[in-house]
């Protein structure tokens, strides 16, 4: 084996508690290759530290733990948004989507410094009735108020019976950190969140003809404060 000459030259500073690094020179090879040969990770120029007596054991130790780490991690779950809201119309199309986003978070692990993503992979609405949509890649869109009630959408939903229905949205989100700006690498594993219930007020309408406005006979059908 060959030592590359710059862990022999790379000093590592102490960490907080004293421990001694150790210089590493990322590598990295096509997984469905057999016997590939290695090159140096791009994105960084020279060794880098893992502060611990036995490098390869560090990664495994925080391989063997960064699934719990992850999902411990405060990821906003964004918003399920609705239109209209909060009164909708029975049969009619009520548009819904998220604002989930993608999230960056650096923690300390072991005495090493991780950088973990959490990016939103699939989608789950609960509309309230019963019905659900997903998981899904479709975050859905705001549309137009002109276009309410009347543009179906992928994650849109048509309520065939009036009521109060509390909606939510999970949203699943895969991870990948790096390890003292190594290579990223993947979590094995998924972090769900589900959104605080939006209450829907599905409405139904009537129509009438009346002979006069509620300005010209305020108890006519339909006005305000009658009751049909």
């Given at each position: 084996?060959?030592?590359?000459?710059?862990?022999?030259?790379?000093?590592?500073?102490?960490?907080?508690?004293?421990?001694?690094?150790?210089?590493?020179?990322?590598?990295?090879?096509?997984?469905?290759?057999?016997?590939?040969?290695?090159?140096?990770?791009?994105?960084?120029?020279?060794?880098?530290?893992?502060?611990?007596?036995?490098?390869?054991?560090?990664?495994?130790?925080?391989?063997?733990?960064?699934?719990?780490?992850?999902?411990?991690?405060?990821?906003?779950?964004?918003?399920?948004?609705?239109?209209?809201?909060?009164?909708?119309?029975?049969?009619?199309?009520?548009?819904?989507?998220?604002?989930?986003?993608?999230?960056?978070?650096?923690?300390?692990?072991?005495?090493?410094?991780?950088?973990?993503m959490a990016t939103p992979a699939s989608y789950t609405y609960n509309?309230?009735d019963g019905t659900t949509l997903g998981p899904t890649p479709a975050?859905?869109?705001?549309?137009?108020?002109?276009?309410?009630?009347?543009?179906?959408?992928?994650?849109?939903?048509?309520?065939?019976?009036?009521?109060?229905?509390?909606?939510?949205?999970?949203?699943?989100?895969?991870?990948?950190?790096?390890?003292?700006?190594?290579?990223?690498?993947?979590?094995?594993?998924?972090?769900?969140?589900?959104?605080?219930?939006?209450?829907?007020?599905?409405?139904?309408?009537?129509?009438?003809?009346?002979?006069?406005?509620?300005?010209?006979?305020?108890?006519?059908?339909?006005?305000?404060?009658?009751?049909?």
């Open positions: 084996d060959t030592v590359d000459p710059g862990c022999l030259t790379l000093a590592c500073p102490p960490s907080p508690n004293g421990a001694t690094g150790t210089p590493v020179i990322w590598k990295e090879a096509p997984k469905a290759i057999t016997n590939p040969g290695w090159t140096d990770w791009i994105p960084v120029t020279g060794p880098t530290c893992l502060y611990g007596p036995e490098p390869h054991n560090i990664l495994d130790d925080i391989a063997a733990r960064i699934l719990n780490d992850f999902r411990q991690l405060p990821v906003n779950p964004g918003t399920l948004q609705v239109q209209p809201f909060p009164h909708t119309l029975k049969g009619g199309p009520t548009n819904f989507y998220t604002t989930a986003t993608e999230q960056a978070f650096d923690v300390t692990i072991l005495g090493q410094a991780i950088h973990l509309y309230g975050a859905g869109y705001a549309i137009p108020d002109t276009e309410w009630l009347t543009t179906e959408t992928r994650t849109s939903h048509s309520y065939t019976q009036t009521g109060n229905y509390p909606a939510t949205l999970t949203t699943t989100y895969t991870g990948t950190y790096t390890v003292n700006n190594g290579p990223p690498l993947p979590i094995n594993g998924t972090l769900n969140l589900t959104t605080t219930p939006q209450t829907i007020h599905v409405w139904k309408t009537e129509t009438a003809l009346v002979a006069d406005t509620c300005e010209q006979n305020p108890h006519s059908w339909g006005c305000p404060g009658t009751n049909d």
